[in-house]
Nanobody
Framework: QVQLVESGGGSVQTGGSLTLSCAAS????????MGWFRQCPGKEREFVAA????????PYADTVRGRFSILRGKAGNTVYLQMNRLKPEDTAVYYC?????????????????WGQGTQVTVSS
């Protein structure tokens, strides 16, 4: 079993920056893929970014590529989402997710493990 705890959400104005953190605990977490999804009001949950356990695979959604960066901590059990040039349409609840198969993030498969979510609000 893997537990995920997010932090770092909040409110920011258009063009601002925020960094989300997610800490994983449990067995083999240093070898698990981790990433982020978000759910905007009235929409389905969508993929944002992910990073494989070794950092070799780092997929991004087209909507955030070039503005968001996903990084993994040296211990391997923490992942960060650095969000720059934020827009009102980035307003959502952001969920940390984890799965031993990185493909679970970008295919109809879904990650096995989820955090509780953290709110990000971008005002114009």
């Amino acid at each position: 079993q893997v537990q995920l705890v997010e932090s770092g959400g909040g409110s920011v104005q258009t063009g601002g920056s925020l960094t989300l953190s997610c800490a994983a605990s449990g067995r083999y977490v240093s070898t698990i893929g981790m990433g982020w999804f978000r759910q905007c009001p009235g929409k389905e949950r969508e993929f944002v970014a992910a990073i494989s356990w070794d950092g070799d695979q780092v997929p991004y959604a087209d909507t955030v590529r070039g503005r968001f960066s996903i990084l993994r901590g040296k211990a391997g059990n923490t992942v960060y989402l650095q969000m720059n040039r934020l827009k009102p349409e980035d307003t959502a609840v952001y969920y940390c997710a984890a799965d031993f198969d990185i493909a679970a993030f970008t295919t109809p498969l879904h990650p096995d493990y989820w955090g509780q979510g953290t709110q990000v609000t971008v005002s114009s």
